[in-house]
């Protein structure tokens, strides 16, 4: 079981910046892909960055070159940070932990989320 808490969520206004952290509680956080998915009032869970163990990123064509995933294996972190954010972006932002078996089953872990709005 891995155990996920988010943090950085917040109030900020059109174009400016946010840094979201996600802190796992395994051992074996090397392991996992990680990611950041968000969710708006009213809207389906989206993807908006992931990084694999071995450091390769992949993005959502709606943030790029605006939003940045990184992570730390030795702190068991992951982070979002986010630039130029718009009021699109507003929703509540989640941290997954996925791991792949060698029978190509998917665990996944979830995070409680955190809120972010962007507003004026």
């Known amino acids: 079981q891995v155990q996920l808490v988010e943090s950085g969520g917040g109030l900020v206004q059109p174009g400016g910046s946010l840094r979201l952290s996600c802190a796992a509680s395994t051992s074996r956080f090397s392991i996992y892909t990680m990611g950041w998915y968000r969710q708006a009032p009213g809207k389906q869970r989206e993807l908006v960055a992931t990084?694999?163990?071995?450091?390769?990123?992949n993005c959502a064509d709606s943030v790029k070159g605006r939003f940045t995933i990184s992570r730390d294996n030795a702190k068991k972190m992951v982070y979002l940070q986010m630039n130029t954010l718009k009021a699109e972006d507003t929703a509540v932002y989640y941290c997954?932990?996925?791991?792949?078996?060698?029978?190509?089953?998917?665990?996944?872990?979830w995070g409680q989320g955190t809120q972010v709005t962007v507003s004026s």
């Open positions: 990084i694999t163990s071995g450091g390769s990123t």
């Open positions: 997954n932990a996925r791991e792949t078996l060698w029978d190509r089953t998917r665990n996944d872990y």
